[in-house]
C-alpha cells in the first residue's frame, strides 16, 4: 500500500502507537508531521527515523502541547509551509485517568483528560477540515485512536470513558456532516497495548476501579503489537477503505467478542 505523495499529521508520535503509526506511513512513502509534548523523546525519535533513512525532506517534528490552541496552529502552519496540503490526520495523543468513579473523580483530573483525549481532537479535526476543504484536490481523512473503554465502562475511570466514547461521537458527526465533501473519519478501539498510557496507569490508581478492569481483561487478556494497530490505521486512511466513512474499528486481537 503506497502512500506516496501523501501528508500526514500525527499527534502523540513520540512513541507508542503513535510513533508506529508515523513510522508505517514513512515506509508507505507518505511525508509526517510528528507532534508530541515531550521534547527529548520527539527529538530521539527523530533520530531514530533519520537512522533508518527518512529525512528532513519527508519528516516533520513540532513540540505541541495538544490543550495549547497556538501550538497546534503552529504545527499545522508548519506543515503546510513545509509540504503544501494535508491528507491524514491521526488524533492518537491521549493520557489515562486513575480508574476512579464519578463519586470520587476530581474535577482537575476529569479537565485535563477531557481536554487532552477530546477536545484536542475537536482542536486538530477542525483545522483538519478546513484544510481539506481549501485545498486541491480537496479532501482527506481523519482516523481518531479511541479505546475499547468507549464501549466498555469498566475499562477505566470516568474520565477516560466518557472522553473516548465522546471521541466515537465526534467521529460519526464529522462523517456524517462532511461524507459528501471528499472526508472520511473513522475511529479505532484498541484493546491493550504495551504503551506509555500503561506506565501512567500504574501510579495512584484507584484500586477498585483497576480491579475491574483486570476481571475484564482476564477473559482474553491479550495484548495487542502496535505495529499491527498500526497496519489496520493505513489501510482505513487509505484508498482501498473509501467507503468507510464513520466506522468504529475494533483492534482488540477479539477481546471484544467475549
Known amino acids: 500500500m503506497s502512500f506516496l505523495g501523501n501528508v500526514v499529521l500525527v499527534t502523540g508520535a513520540a512513541g507508542g502507537l503513535g510513533k508506529a503509526i508515523a513510522n508505517a506511513f514513512l515506509q508507505a512513502g507518505a511525508s509526517v508531521t510528528i507532534c508530541d509534548v515531550m521534547a527529548d523523546v520527539l527529538q530521539n525519535t527523530v533520530k531514530e ?3 533508518a533513512g527518512f529525512g528532513d525532506d519527508r519528516l516533520l517534528s513540532t513540540e505541541t502541547d495538544v490543550t495549547n490552541e497556538a501550538a497546534i496552529d503552529q504545527a499545522f502552519t508548519r506543515t503546510i509551509q513545509k509540504f503544501g496540503r494535508l491528507d491524514v490526520l491521526v488524533n492518537n495523543a491521549g493520557i489515562t485517568d486513575k480508574w476512579q468513579p464519578v ?7 476529569w479537565d485535563r483528560v477531557i481536554a487532552i483525549n477530546l477536545t484536542a481532537p475537536y482542536l486538530f479535526s477542525k483545522r483538519a477540515v478546513n484544510q481539506f476543504l481549501a ?4 479532501g482527506g481523512a481523519i482516523i481518531n485512536i479511541a479505546s475499547m473503554a468507549a464501549i466498555k465502562g469498566c475499562l477505566a475511570g470516568a474520565a477516560y470513558v466518557s ?5 466515537v461521537g465526534l467521529t460519526k458527526n464529522t462523517a456524517a456532516a462532511y461524507n459528501k465533501k471528499n472526508i472520511r473519519a473513522v475511529v479505532f478501539l484498541p484493546g491493550g497495548m504495551n504503551t506509555r498510557l500503561i506506565n501512567q496507569a500504574n501510579n495512584g490508581v484507584d484500586e477498585e476501579g483497576f480491579a475491574l478492569t483486570m476481571k475484564a481483561g482476564a477473559v482474553e487478556p491479550k495484548i495487542s503489537d502496535v505495529n499491527d494497530v498500526a497496519k489496520s490505521v493505513l489501510f482505513y486512511a487509505g484508498e ?3 467507503i468507510s466513512n464513520g466506522a468504529v474499528i475494533t483492534v482488540d486481537g477479539g477481546w471484544s467478542a467475549f
Open 135 to 138: 485545498q486541491e484536490p480537496s
Open 103 to 109: 463519586g470520587s473523580l476530581e474535577r482537575s483530573l
Open 240 to 242: 482501498h477503505a473509501y
Open 49 to 51: 527515523f533519520n537512522s
Open 163 to 167: 472522553s473516548k466514547s465522546g471521541l
